[in-house]
Each structure stands twice: as structure tokens, then as C-alpha cells.
């Protein structure tokens, strides 16, 4: 059992930032990956980026490459999404994700565990 919650979320005007948390607590295994997905309004769930366990390998939707950072800090049991420059179309409920691949996973069926989501709004 994984519990993951995340935080961080709010209001914001385009060009600001945010970053985003992701509170892990149970049983992890040192290959055990995370990822954050997002779904906007009346849109279908989309991957946003995902991080190894070492956070040595990382992967990003073109959507927002150069503009997000993922990062995780295991000691601290923690995942992290730094969102800069941030743009109206951004605006979604974001989510973290676990999976038991060592890789990293762009595919949510690869992920078992899920946050309740946090919202993000960007004001144009």
C-alpha cells in the first residue's frame, strides 16, 4: 500500500510559478518510480513527467519541456514538480502517480498508486 498526497496547487496569473508536492508514505522499492499526470477541463488525462527512484532519468511532455522540472527527494519521501512560466493551457487538476517500473513511464496503466490531485488554475 501506497498512500500519495499532493499539495502546492492554487491560483496563479500566466508567467508565474508553482511547485507542486507529492507526500509519499508506505512500501517502496528502491526501483520504484513516479510520475505526475494532469487533466484538464473536458480534456483526457495527460502525462506530464515522470522520475526514476534515483532521479537520475527523467522524462517530460513536449507540452512542457524547459518550462517543469521533476524532482524527488527520498529521504524525505517527497516528489516534487517545479512549473514555471506557466500558461493558461496549464490550468488541470495535477496528479502523482507511483509505478513498480524501474523505468520511467509516460503510460499511466504502468502506474499503481494515485494521488487525490491537486488543482492548478492559470488566469490568462
Known amino acids: 500500500q501506497v498512500n500519495l498526497v499532493e499539495s502546492g496547487g492554487g491560483l496563479v496569473q500566466a508567467g508565474d510559478s508553482l511547485r507542486l508536492s507529492c507526500a509519499a508514505s508506505?512500501?517502496?522499492?528502491?526501483?520504484?518510480?513516479m510520475g505526475w499526470f494532469r487533466q484538464a477541463p473536458g480534456k483526457e488525462r495527460e502525462f506530464v513527467a515522470a522520475?526514476?527512484?534515483?532521479?537520475?532519468?527523467?522524462k517530460y511532455a513536449d507540452s512542457v519541456k524547459g518550462r517543469f522540472t521533476i524532482s524527488r527527494d527520498n529521504a524525505k519521501n517527497t516528489l516534487f514538480l517545479q512549473m514555471n512560466s506557466l500558461k493558461p493551457e496549464d490550468t488541470a487538476v495535477y496528479y502523482c502517480?507511483?509505478?513498480?517500473?524501474?523505468?520511467?513511464?509516460?503510460?499511466?496503466?504502468?502506474?499503481?498508486?494515485w494521488g487525490r490531485g491537486t488543482q492548478v488554475t492559470v488566469s490568462s
Open positions: 522520475i526514476t527512484y534515483s532521479g537520475q532519468t527523467v
Open positions: 502517480a507511483s509505478s513498480m517500473k524501474a523505468d520511467v513511464q509516460e503510460d499511466s496503466v504502468q502506474y499503481d498508486y
Open positions: 508506505g512500501r517502496f522499492f528502491s526501483s520504484v518510480g
